[in-house]
């Protein structure tokens, strides 16, 4: 699968491919920051592509950092 993440102009910020088998399970933590080098962002998303495979479920959890309340962003297609 290949994972893109952008700020909130759509500018790419970073890309990565990852490998997962049947059953498995992947989870970035803090991939703008960790993975992009990007801790200032107010908004941005990450899209996610399977090249082959199905059954893949795609999903964030985003702290807000005002508050600390959680919430869970499902895929949309």
């Known amino acids: 699968m290949k994972i893109r993440l952008?700020?909130?102009?759509?500018t790419e910020l970073a890309e990565m491919q990852r490998r997962i088998g049947p059953g498995e399970?992947?989870?970035l933590q803090e991939p703008f920051d960790r993975i992009a080098g990007r801790s200032d962002?107010?908004?941005a998303?990450?899209?996610v592509r399977v090249h082959s495979g199905s059954g893949?479920?795609?999903y964030a959890s985003v702290i807000d950092n005002a508050t600390n309340d959680p919430s869970t962003v499902p895929m949309q297609r």
């Open 6 to 10: 952008f700020d909130e102009d759509g």
């Open 25 to 27: 399970r992947l989870q």
């Open 41 to 43: 962002l107010n908004a």
């Open 45 to 47: 998303y990450a899209t």
């Open 56 to 58: 893949v479920i795609a």
